[in-house]
């Protein structure tokens, strides 16, 4: 069926858009300029969240709360954790990404819903604001960004209360996100493009896109309750009441774990985009990807508990989380073991791009090792709410998710803007932030270990030097996103012309100008079959359209 | 669904130019409402945990009164039925029958969110008084809210109906399969809720 509008609204909307840099500021259906402005507006929300990191580490440099007084260290490790995850990594991994990308690959000229599309990007600047302006005028919520009760209730409740309306909005536009991103890649394929044809992306966006779906709802019912305790005084989570805290943590983490899920697996999607590009090698193990990809979707919805081992768990649950937790390690290898295989033997070109992902798969494998030992509940119990998670969860983020935001913009800056970023200065960064990154985290896994605990001001004071080569560590990662800075900035304007595929990609999005038209391709789109045949040809002929075609007749 | 089999055959004759492309707005409103249907899910493991792990206080047990919520049962239900009617009447070309039905099933969901207002108000329990109250409050609450939600679709699709410009007509029927769906989703919560919060 097509969709026959009455002729007040048949007008093609897109030729009322503003044009130039104005559109980036336009309630744009255009999936190019969304995802953009996604990233965009990510982006600067990661430098404030940046910033905050900046002043914890100042904080902990000293082992009394001089830098920031108690309360406002709350407030500052709140907002971090909470801008970090909700407004930089999920939407950057998931819709700036996601939103460019997805269309080209299945061949489509937008999003299936173009304007919830622009509805769900246009609910995160407010969201951002409204959180960022809480802490100038009653303070900022103060319990972190898992808000357990009874914690959440007892502080100063507007913060608290804002806090909550800001993830709700947020987790709306990440569940419009996920439904176009699922109608997108199920309805929208070009005909003749089978699922099994599709670049890994679409996989992991598929799967991400069912995880948002499923578990975020859950999260935004759960808020709500929340925020019944907070305003009306009921008791569902305030034990005084009679309520139960350990319901809030289980309906969390249904959703928070998942969100590692989140944020993490559209990553793995990129990575295996990028790898094979400048690797000149086919993916390896194609298949088992994406049943890995399922696989992680499956257990990634039944091991929250693992968050909850000295929750007073009973025993049976410690047991099932335990086990169903250490098999995501099997689909995870899975995947670390074919990138390994798809750069053996590779004609690998040493650039930014492929320096990140190497980078995240040196700092993935690190988190997911400790992400394994911490399933298990000994070990759990004695590391529970130390430093050791910390420096766990910011090897699976930042190390993971993070450099591979940096590595696709290095790979797709070309497309954005025709232009290519500086190879000295993408280098230089990934140098600075590889480095600032280990120095900074690595020593966190031995405070944990001797028992610092996190989200607190104060510690001990024979934890004062290993703090203070993490800081160390901190401002060599604050230092190294100058170059970045100065290169997107620079290179937009005077950068060297790219040309339409500077890395004789064949996935489709390369197989149109750079930047793209308005509708992605002028005439009909490519039926890109073999997104990762390289090395087939003797001379790659990226732009013409047949290449894929020929192979298969 | 006799509908949507209606607009396949549809679609097959139609012809598809470079503007028109295929409607994939059901799909997406099936999956939201997968999606609205897990907070309903997160509600339900709330309640039923509570219930197992948080026993009350003798005096705060209340055993509720049956007659009501059936009667809204039974509403809801028959309420399905008339807005099947209602489609098929529109593919009849039959406006004025599919309003008629329409009306009516505005009115049982009118009439629902009144009796449970009834209900509400004869309760000897109130939002904040225990752990049971607060849930069963804030799970009825969120699907009366549901409830009027669906309402209002289907007063706006019953108006549309009404305008001479076709906006919705058997050929063009979006507006009204998605209220249509919409409402048979909240029937089915409100049986599960109805199962689990009364009868269990």
Request: charged share 10%; with cysteine; hydrophobic share 50%.
């Amino acid at each position: 069926m097509s969709i026959s509008l009455p002729p007040s609204l048949q007008e093609d909307p897109k030729t009322l858009q503003p044009t130039g840099w104005l559109r980036y500021l336009s309630f744009s259906l255009d999936h190019k300029v969304i995802g953009l402005q996604y990233l965009i507006c990510g982006f600067l929300f990661y430098l404030i969240g940046g910033l905050l990191a900046g002043a914890i580490r100042i904080e902990l440099s000293s082992p009394i709360s001089d830098f920031l007084s108690r309360d406002v260290y709350n407030q500052v490790l709140t907002l971090h954790g909470t801008i970090m995850i909700f407004l930089w990594i999920v939407p950057v991994v998931n819709g700036a990404f996601g939103n460019y990308l997805i269309p080209f690959y299945v061949g489509a000229r937008d999003m299936a819903f173009p304007r919830l599309n622009a509805v769900a990007f246009w609910l995160i600047p407010p969201a951002g604001l409204m959180l960022i302006t809480s802490y100038f005028i009653n303070g900022a919520a103060q319990s972190g960004w898992t808000a357990y009760p009874p914690l959440s209730i007892t502080t100063p409740a507007a913060g608290q209360i804002v806090w909550i309306l800001s993830v709700l909005l947020l987790g709306g536009s990440s569940i419009f996100g996920g439904i176009n991103f699922i109608a997108t890649i199920l309805k929208l394929r070009r005909p003749g493009l089978k699922l099994m044809q599709l670049p890994m992306y679409c996989w992991a966006m598929l799967g991400t896109s069912i995880l948002v779906v499923l578990s975020t709802p859950v999260l935004a019912g759960t808020l709500i309750l929340l925020s019944f305790d907070i305003v009306a005084h009921t008791g569902f989570f305030n034990p005084t009441l009679g309520g139960n805290v350990i319901v809030y943590q289980h309906l969390f983490w249904f959703y928070s774990h998942p969100a590692v899920y989140i944020m993490v697996l559209p990553a793995f999607g990129l990575v295996s985009e990028i790898l094979p590009v400048h690797a000149r090698k086919p993916l390896f193990g194609y298949t088992t990807m994406v049943y890995s990809i399922m696989g992680i979707v499956v257990l990634g919805l039944v091991v929250w508990a693992h968050h909850m081992f000295t929750s007073g768990t009973p025993p049976w649950m410690r047991l099932f989380f335990t086990i169903a937790t250490s098999f995501i390690a099997v689909p995870t290898g899975i995947k670390f073991f074919n990138w390994v295989a798809t750069l053996w033997g590779g004609r690998i070109s040493l650039n930014s791009a492929i320096l990140f992902s190497c980078g995240f798969i040196v700092n993935f494998v690190l988190g997911g090792i400790t992400g394994v030992a911490l399933a298990q509940v000994p070990f759990d119990v004695h590391v529970h709410d130390t430093y050791f998670v910390v420096a766990h969860f910011h090897y699976i983020v930042y190390g993971g998710s993070v450099f591979v935001i940096f590595s696709s913009i290095y790979h797709w800056f070309p497309k954005f803007t025709g232009k290519m970023l500086n190879e000295n200065l993408g280098k230089f960064h990934f140098v600075l932030t590889f480095i600032g990154f280990n120095l900074c985290f690595a020593p966190q896994h031995w405070l944990g270990l001797n028992g610092m605990p996190r989200r607190v001001a104060e510690y001990d004071p024979q934890f004062t030097l290993v703090n203070q080569i993490s800081s160390f560590g901190a401002l060599l990662m604050a230092l190294s996103t100058l170059p970045f800075l100065w290169n997107i900035i620079y290179s937009s304007f005077k950068g060297k012309a790219s040309g339409d595929n500077p890395w004789q990609a064949l996935t489709a999005e390369w197989l149109t100008s750079s930047p793209p038209p308005i509708e992605n391709w002028i005439g009909e789109a490519p039926l890109v079959k073999k997104p990762y045949g390289y090395g087939h040809q003797e001379k790659l002929q990226p732009s013409s359209k047949s290449i894929n075609e020929d192979e298969n007749s | 669904m006799t509908t949507t089999a209606s607009l396949n055959q549809e679609s097959e004759t139609s012809s598809t130019s470079e503007q028109e492309h295929a409607d994939h707005r059901l799909f997406g409103l099936i999956s939201f409402l997968v999606a609205d249907g897990m907070t309903f899910a997160g509600f339900f493991a709330a309640y039923l945990t509570f219930k197992a792990v948080n026993p009350l206080m003798p005096d705060a047990i209340y055993e509720l009164e049956l007659p009501l919520p059936t009667l809204n049962t039974v509403l809801l239900l028959i309420s399905s039925a008339t807005f099947h009617r209602a489609g098929k009447a529109l593919d009849e070309r039959n406006t004025r029958k599919c309003q008629t039905w329409l009306l009516l099933t505005a009115g049982l969901g009118i009439a629902f969110l009144a009796s449970q207002m009834v209900e509400y108000f004869s309760l000897p329990f109130g939002l904040t008084d225990n752990l049971y109250a607060s849930t069963f409050y804030a799970l009825t609450g969120f699907h009366g809210l549901h409830v009027t939600l669906g309402a209002i679709m289907i007063l706006i699709v019953w108006w549309q109906t009404r305008s001479p410009d076709g906006r919705i007509t058997n050929l063009n029927k979006f507006p009204f399969e998605a209220a249509e769906i919409y409402w048979h989703f909240v029937d089915g919560i409100w049986v599960v809720l109805f199962i689990i919060l009364y009868l269990l």
